[in-house]
DNA sequence: GAGAATCAATCAATCACTTGATTGAGAAAG
DNA sequence: CTTTCTCAATCAAGTGATTGATTGATTCTC
């Protein structure tokens, strides 16, 4: 086996490169929005030529593309921190709340980039076949979620798993809008959602 | 007094103008986004020159703000439509459930349009004075209603109505994303929000 | 009523970049 | 030496906006 050479490489490969440049693609759809993502922006973000830029990817869309698919990696890696075997609706629920909670802190970008990709998906058949999926098996975990809840008691029977799931979704993506003047906080508002599909706890206080 | 010409005019006035501009830019909106929105599309789809566009409305970004201006008075003549008078928070929920539906059938680009500008609106502070008290006043509607279901007893005393406001807003924007293959009955989902603030009802049946 | 003057509105042509992408030469790595 | 990677310069088309001439509508003067 070759073993690594003592000195730093001179040059990335075009992995490397290829998410220093999907990293700097996101920082900029933050900052411009996809519609104002320049690919000059980008190389010069990286600190490299425009024509390297193509060199490792080769048109605006596969840029795209390539944010999108780093979205879906992200979203994929939060989903496999916490196991659910063995525990009930109500307790997953929980657990994405505290995911959701996650990304708030820890990569906020990420739903604003992903409510981006996603309008966009509407519009481009390449972006839509990658965010789309995404989106709906987020929303579709939630389905899941109810109906196993409805299953063990910690949801109410009546409780209609698509249109909960619809309610969650909806309500975690526009807490995202935390950019404007109103304000509810986080906690409220998951408090707000359990209660919204538990059953009535009146005897319990 | 003169009486009117039986001929019709040649030219539109500034104020017709305007209006067959943003109708037209709105249109393209729906179709390219407001990144592939185009100033020569608009003038072209107008049956203008692109100088013409530019004498009625000077700049790109006077362009967008007035598709916002658009939005804002539909979604304002959109509320004048039902008086609220003399109800319950519950009934009042519905009313807006009721325009929603409205929405969703007769003018169903104001919700797409409305988002991408809410987003935009937060990188742009001349969309985001017009866009984001919209929809702050829209949430804050949802807050008045819920304080006030509280008080007539419609809904539960411990609903937040901050909270349940965004919950509201939340799920109905997020309904809009019906271009994914995921789906809830709008019916489900009014039902379901109902129950999520209303007193339990299991002696009702 | 006719013609001139004025202003608003319109147009084709053009400007000054901007943009995604390409080319050919050279540098770096193995 | 070969292959990969990088760069400055450039291409071709697009973009928001401007310019100067013309047209349409209205008002004024005789």
Redesign the pocket.
Request: hydrophobic residues 30%; proline residues 9%.
């Given at each position: 086996m070759?073993a690594c050479?003592p000195n730093l490489?001179?040059?990335?490969?075009?992995a490397e490169?290829r998410v220093a440049i999907g990293l700097a693609a996101r920082a900029l759809i933050i900052e411009k929005g996809v519609e104002?993502?320049?690919?000059?922006?980008?190389?010069e973000r990286v600190?490299?030529?425009?024509?390297?830029?193509?060199?490792?990817?080769?048109?605006?869309?596969?840029?795209i593309a390539l944010v999108a698919e780093t979205i879906r990696h992200d979203f994929r890696a939060q989903a496999m921190r916490r196991p659910r075997d063995g525990k009930t609706g109500l307790e997953v629920l929980r657990l994405e709340f505290e995911e959701f909670r996650e990304i708030v802190t820890e990569t906020p970008e990420l739903i604003i980039i992903l409510t981006e990709l996603v309008e966009r998906g509407r519009r481009d058949p390449v972006i839509g076949e990658i965010m789309l999926p995404l989106y709906d098996f987020w929303r579709n975990q939630f389905v899941d979620i109810f109906r196993l809840g409805i299953r063990d008691g910690s949801f109410r029977p009546d409780v209609d798993p698509h249109a909960a799931a619809l309610i969650v979704t909806g309500t975690l993506s526009d807490f995202w809008r935390a950019w404007t003047d109103f304000s509810a906080s986080i906690d409220a508002v998951f408090t707000q959602l359990e209660h919204a599909f538990t059953p009535p706890i009146a005897l319990q206080g």
């Open positions: 070759h050479p490489p001179r040059r990335e490969s075009t490169r104002g993502l320049r690919t000059r922006d980008i190389a600190g490299i030529n425009i024509a390297t830029l193509h060199y490792h990817v080769p048109t605006k869309e596969a840029l």
